[in-house]
């Protein structure tokens, strides 16, 4: 008899835990619908429901401070973020990213910063951690601490777009105009439509013709930065401004811009992968290697067709329509492709 009555408390005390359990989650599934629709209050309600029933509960936890983020109610986001945080649970290292978001937005960068470090610590292979410590460092024009935390998200996260287009602003704005071009070639084949690849094509046009200036029909006047910093690749930037005043040559006077593009784009690759012999270090290792192969396997014209969409050509387009066989050839190479940390 006790057994019996052993048996039937642990299958109604299992059943409704399991109850329980279903209950939570379905209250998530629909405050994800919710907030996925823009209805943030209305997924607030339901992750507070779930945490009725379990207030520890990690992912309600932070669902409920991201939709308090969306609202832009950024206080109560770091409430519900330190919960997730103080009780190490799942979902800390982006409730780290989160408060740290948060406190900037608030204007409290020097303790967004110290969150992003104590989540690094703790953390230490979340790139998203790293790009959001640089993005703030960024915006505080310390590029300096910036462009070492944005190096170190993409050693981990190669294929994150976002970080190659902070790099690449990075060093533009410190006047590094050959590195800026490398992470900016870098992001456009990983994003390469919508309006921030447009945005980052016409800065890579930009510093692509940056330094040269034609004067008359027989003088072209050229010009590179005297920054120090860059003098690693104090070569290849004049070779990018000598390659920019050969448009103007006879033999290339029946090319269009875009063949000039992928012909000036094949020799800036095939340069920097003969200077490498002389280098190492981060942008040669990372950037001027992964290049400098590509163009060996024959992936230049397809790789400019394929970052050059945002640029709205219809020819471009309808080439990368037609030639999608080579366009995912080109991308499975990319992704197999093994970076040199």
């Not at 109850?19 to 996925?36: A, C, P, R, W, Y």
Request: proline residues 1%; aromatic residues 14%.
């Amino acid at each position: 008899m006790k057994k019996t009555i052993l048996f039937v408390f642990i299958t109604l005390f299992i059943s409704n835990g399991y109850s329980q359990t279903n209950d939570i989650q379905s209250f998530i599934e629909k405050g994800i619908q919710l907030h996925d629709n823009g209805d943030y209050k209305g997924a607030i309600e339901q992750y507070k429901k779930a945490l009725k029933i379990d207030k520890n509960s990690a992912i309600a936890n932070y669902e409920i401070a991201s939709s308090y983020f969306a609202l832009k109610d950024y206080k109560k986001a770091i409430e519900y973020a330190d919960i997730i945080i103080n009780s190490k649970s799942n979902y800390a290292d982006y409730a780290y990213i989160l408060k740290g978001s948060a406190l900037d937005i608030l204007g409290k960068s020097k303790e967004s910063i110290n969150v992003y470090k104590e989540g690094i610590k703790e953390f230490p292979n979340n790139y998203l951690l790293y790009y959001n410590i640089a993005l703030t460092y960024y915006n505080l024009k310390d590029f300096k601490n910036s462009e070492t935390n944005v190096q170190k998200a993409l050693v981990i996260k190669p294929t994150h777009p976002s970080s190659h287009f902070l790099l690449g602003l990075i060093m533009n704005d410190e006047g590094n105009r050959v590195k800026s071009l490398l992470a900016l070639y870098n992001f456009l084949l990983l994003e390469p439509t919508g309006e921030r690849a447009k945005n980052g094509y016409n800065l890579l046009i930009t510093l692509l013709k940056k330094g040269v200036r034609k004067d008359s029909e027989s003088s072209t006047t050229i010009s590179i930065s005297d920054n120090k910093s860059s003098d690693e690749f104090r070569a290849a930037e004049l070779m990018v401004s000598l390659l920019e005043a050969s448009k103007s040559l006879k033999e290339n006077a029946n090319k269009t811009e875009f063949e000039l593009f992928t012909d000036n784009t094949k020799s800036f690759f095939s340069v920097l992968g003969e200077l490498k012999k002389d280098n190492n270090g981060f942008w040669w290792d990372f950037y001027v290697d992964f290049f400098y192969a590509m163009i060996n396997a024959n992936y230049n014209q397809t790789f400019c067709y394929y970052i050059s969409q945002s640029n709205e050509d219809e020819k471009i387009n309808s080439w990368v329509n037609t030639n999608k066989d080579k366009v995912e050839e080109l991308i499975n190479w990319s992704k197999s492709y093994e970076r040199k940390n």
